[in-house]
């Protein structure tokens, strides 16, 4: 077991996720979440790995608080002493808001602010 402090990061496999975990690779093992993309997800695993942290990708909806539960229940069976936690999951709406429907709302909403 590393004896190195402990990050979580939610939506760790693009962008700012993505370089944030690869940041703290340095100096943290990294627990991450992703929505769909697997491959990119142990991709970045290995990566981080590389860098000398101990890294595992989590698949969790933000939006779905049920599941999202249930995958925090095994993140922080894996890392239990986060010293680091970046709530950086999030999505956008494109187009005329005019135009979206309720469950496009809810989404955003539910993944950007409840999750």
Not at 10 to 31: F, K, M, Q, V
Not at 32 to 38: A, D, G, M, R
Not at 53 to 77: G, H, Q, S, T, V
Request: net charge neutral.
């Amino acid at each position: 077991m590393s004896t190195r402090p402990q990050a979580i990061i939610t939506g760790g496999t693009r962008g700012i996720g993505r370089a944030i975990c690869l940041e703290l690779a340095a100096t943290h093992d990294i627990a991450f979440t992703y929505l769909s993309s697997s491959g990119p997800a142990e991709e970045l695993v290995k990566e981080l790995s590389s860098k000398g942290a101990r890294a595992k990708a989590y698949k969790a909806d933000m939006a779905d608080a049920p599941a999202l539960e249930k995958a925090f229940e095994e993140i922080l069976k894996d890392f239990p002493t986060p010293a680091v936690l970046v709530n950086n999951a999030g999505i956008s709406l494109d187009g005329l808001s005019m135009r979206f429907k309720a469950e496009d709302f809810d989404k955003l909403y539910n993944t950007n602010v409840r999750g």
